[in-house]
């Protein structure tokens, strides 16, 4: 398999914002979102307060990846498992499920988009804990999408950030439509396709300029996450991967992009 690895430049920092101490903020913001912090009694609807005797977290016996290259492996055995219909639905018990109340220890962040025919858990067969999903209209990065790859990263120490395209994607279709006709999208839509505009491939035509802007735009995403100084040092200390992906609708394939 080629390296994974690609050559990033340094960015100098920014001093720690004001509104108090750094170390106790990324603590209270680490806890929260790895499940640590404690919540309040009757939040969910419907669901009866757990007794003492059910808190008592259960320790998981699960492997779990813990590089880019067993990641994905792992990715890679999923989707067989999901092309050929011989899912086994892990990680879906009482005992797992317990386990993971108190922390989560993902081996994969899937950039994806929203396209419903594309649910990550389903089209890799993996569980709950296993990923760290995020979606957006063509994969289309913000500060709420790179902050939440940054966390998963930087806090939650996931070794594989794979961003997933896919056949038939109607925000780069739609986006090749605008660059067409000169129209504008309504409301927030536009800020989409705007993202996706530089990828479109202009050297090919109808079907095949959707194909290869899907690919395009996946690499698009990937450059830019890789530009970013934070998990760019990742990368460099060889303690990530991130990586272009696309899945055929027709096959269900889920294959590397260069």
């Not at 067989?80 to 219909?85: D, L, M």
Request: hydrophobic share 40%; glycine share 8%.
């Amino acid at each position: 398999m080629k390296s994974l690895l690609i050559p990033h430049r340094a960015v100098d920092h920014t001093s720690t914002p004001a509104g108090g101490s750094a170390p106790a903020r990324r603590s209270l913001i680490r806890a929260a979102l790895t499940g640590t912090a404690a919540l309040g009694a009757g939040l969910a609807l419907g669901t009866p307060t757990p007794t003492a005797a059910a808190a008592t977290p259960v320790r998981s016996t699960r492997s779990r990846p813990t590089t880019a290259q067993e990641a994905l492996r792992e990715l890679a055995a999923g989707n067989h498992r999901w092309r050929i219909n011989r899912q086994r639905h892990p990680n879906e018990s009482p005992a797992v499920r317990q386990s993971l109340t108190t922390s989560q220890h993902p081996f994969a962040l899937i950039l994806g988009c929203i396209d419903s025919r594309v649910p990550p858990e389903l089209v890799f067969d993996q569980g709950l804990g296993d990923l760290m999903t995020v979606r957006s209209g063509g994969e289309v990065l913000d500060e709420a999408v790179l902050g939440s790859v940054a966390y998963g990263v930087l806090e939650l120490e996931i070794p594989l950030v794979m961003v997933l395209g896919h056949q038939s994607c109607g925000a780069v279709k739609a986006a090749i439509e605008v660059d067409e006709s000169g129209d504008e999208l309504p409301a927030h839509m536009q800020y989409l396709v705007d993202q996706i505009s530089p990828a479109i491939d202009h050297s090919q035509e109808g079907d095949a300029r959707v194909n290869a802007t899907i690919d395009a735009n996946v690499a698009l995403v990937r450059s830019k996450l890789a530009a970013v100084p934070e998990l760019a040092a990742k990368v460099d200390a060889g303690d990530l991967a991130i990586v272009g992906a696309r899945y055929e609708l027709t096959s269900q394939l889920v294959h590397r992009i260069a």
